[in-house]
T-cell receptor, first 114, second 114 residues
């Protein structure tokens, strides 16, 4: 089966610019996650969708980050304006949605903010 | 709150050596526990899981036992191979609200040399 697709693979921007990441989950997966992984740290959950509704966005910096999941399938994560500390790998994952279901991760988008 | 603590890496071993990567957790209630692995250039993937106390998860020669009394989920393998070189992440899911939400440790890099 096709995996979780993310684009772009790499992005370099200057601080105060905006950037968007795209994720296409595995077909039929109800739950979609965006994680932020700063170098040397474990992934941190930014936002979790169940179909097209938000389940958890408690750690999303809402003054600059936004995310949407169109028609319960694809998702975009936007940062506007970016700060130096946003440099990280942004991981998208999806799962069928039930308790203990395996998460399938994409390869991530590596963002560098200069 | 919920958190995961892993031993710091890197862990460097010779082929066929015994591996232990320590993981302890803090959680309310009884979370499910996971080990995810990230091979070079690839996305995170589930290695094994345990959903209740005294359960043993196993896969590809790796195993980990859910120890409620010590709040631990240490990863072990009897004989490592060069191909096991990767970053290993311990994670928990508090299963609050019935949704699967992963909280990761910082990761432990394993390097196995011939």
């Amino acid at each position: 089966e096709a995996g979780v697709a993310q684009s772009p693979r790499y992005k370099i921007i200057e601080k105060r610019q905006s950037v968007a990441f795209w994720c296409n989950p595995i077909s039929g997966h109800a739950t979609l996650y965006w994680y932020q992984q700063i170098l040397g740290q474990g992934p941190k959950l930014l936002i979790q969708f169940q179909n097209n509704g938000v389940v958890d966005d408690s750690q999303l910096p809402k003054d600059r980050f936004s995310a949407e999941r169109l028609k319960g399938v694809d998702s975009t994560l936007k940062i506007q304006p970016a700060k130096l500390e946003d440099s990280a790998v942004y991981l998208c994952a999806s799962s069928l949605g039930g308790p203990n279901e395996k998460l399938f991760f994409g390869s991530g988008t590596q963002l560098s903010v200069l | 709150g919920n958190s995961v603590t892993q031993m710091e890496g890197p862990v460097t071993l010779s082929e066929e050596a015994f591996l232990t990567i320590n993981c302890t957790y803090t959680a309310t209630g009884y979370p499910s526990l996971f080990w995810y692995v990230q091979y070079p250039g690839e996305g995170l993937q589930l290695l094994l899981k345990a959903t209740k106390a005294d359960d043993k998860g196993s896969n590809k020669g790796f195993e980990a036992t859910y120890r409620k009394e010590t709040t631990s989920f240490h990863l072990e393998k009897g004989s490592v191979q060069v191909s096991d070189s990767a970053v290993y992440f311990c994670a928990l899911s508090p299963l609050s609200g019935g949704y699967n939400k992963l909280i990761f440790g910082a990761g432990t890099r394993l390097a196995v040399h011939p």
